[in-house]
């Protein structure tokens, strides 16, 4: 039976200049290289520089996959962008991409889902190509957490870092297989009882400031493993695989220890683990594409390999994606 299935046909990123590494922060908060490394695996992080806004990376990233898939801006009808740092409250900064990039057709919109905004974003887009809304959507992953940091608090100062990711997804068809290319399952979930394990403690409804990140780093990590796993053996359930049948695992490089902890439940062997927080730090939304398209670039996830995405972030928010590639 054909069926219509999302395609991935082009990924980009981009990193602001500036690298702000372990030895960096340790003059900055009571922390060292040894300390971060230990608990985290980062080992440093890219920071905006003044006046680079979410949506400068953003475009940049866009423009990388849009050349990786061979196509002109004005090809696409739908941008979706996955950010919790918007360039301002509104507009969506998806607009000021689509703008950038000279395209005044189609629609533009942002995901907010925090760490799992590309999973759910993602997920948007292959909902809106299957039902025929789209043809071409980009979709972007891109963060500025650098502005809503606490820069005295160690316990969430050295976490994370800036950075974009985009990938191009088409429409194509498919024999209703697993062995089709494009998105194959996608699984989401939310739990608003966790707010407080995660939040930013300000918004244009409550406190009429942007506010800063606050996190209950112990409460995030006893909830990720389970609920990392959870969506994923859901994937497996709809699609008959197993962790076996995957050639990529590519995470939510939020922390390296949950990285391992998941893919050791789910028995995913550690060489099919795509892991980039050590050289970005946890980049929220953008960690994902990031990771994605380094692997793509060092040749490591080639045209028919099968891929698992997953992420959870503040809210609870929580997803994965299985596609081939």
Not at 191 to 198: F, S, V, W
Not at 224 to 233: L, N, Y
């Amino acid at each position: 039976m054909s069926v219509i299935r999302s395609t991935v046909t082009g990924c980009g990123s981009f990193l602001p200049e500036k690298i702000l590494t372990n030895d960096d922060l340790s003059k900055m908060v009571d922390t060292s290289d040894e300390w971060i490394v230990q608990r985290t695996g980062i080992q440093q992080r890219h920071v905006a520089a003044e006046g680079q806004m979410t949506s400068d990376l953003a475009l940049e990233a866009a423009k990388r996959a849009l050349e990786s898939a061979g196509r002109d801006a004005q090809e696409i009808d739908t941008i979706i962008l996955a950010t919790a740092t918007p360039d301002n409250t509104f507009p969506a900064t998806a607009v000021t991409v689509q703008a950038n990039l000279g395209i005044y057709h189609g629609a533009a919109f942002d995901v907010h889902a925090v760490c799992s905004g590309f999973v759910y974003a993602l997920t948007t887009a292959d909902a809106y190509i299957r039902a025929g809304l789209s043809k071409r959507c980009l979709v972007i992953g891109a963060e500025t957490f650098s502005r809503i940091l606490d820069w005295t608090d160690r316990t969430t100062c050295v976490l994370f870092g800036d950075g974009a990711g985009a990938v191009l997804v088409e429409a194509s068809e498919g024999e209703g297989t697993t062995a089709d290319r494009g998105v194959l399952t996608s699984h989401l979930r939310s739990d608003g009882r966790h707010k407080e394990k995660l939040f930013v403690d300000g918004g244009p409804s409550s406190t009429g400031t942007v506010g800063h990140l606050r996190m209950e780093g112990r409460e995030v990590y006893k909830h990720a493993v389970g609920m990392i796993t959870d969506v994923i053996e859901d994937a497996y359930k709809a699609t008959g695989t197993t962790s076996e049948d995957l050639d990529w695992f590519i995470p939510h490089q939020a922390n390296k220890r949950i990285i391992d902890a998941s893919a050791k439940k789910l028995g995913i062997a550690p060489e099919k683990v795509v892991t980039t927080v050590q050289h970005h730090g946890n980049t929220s939304a953008a960690s994902i594409p990031l990771a994605l398209d380094t692997a793509v670039r060092d040749g490591r996830v080639k045209k028919n390999d099968l891929v698992m995405l997953e992420a959870m972030g503040g809210g609870f928010t929580w997803g994965s994606v299985l596609l081939r590639w």
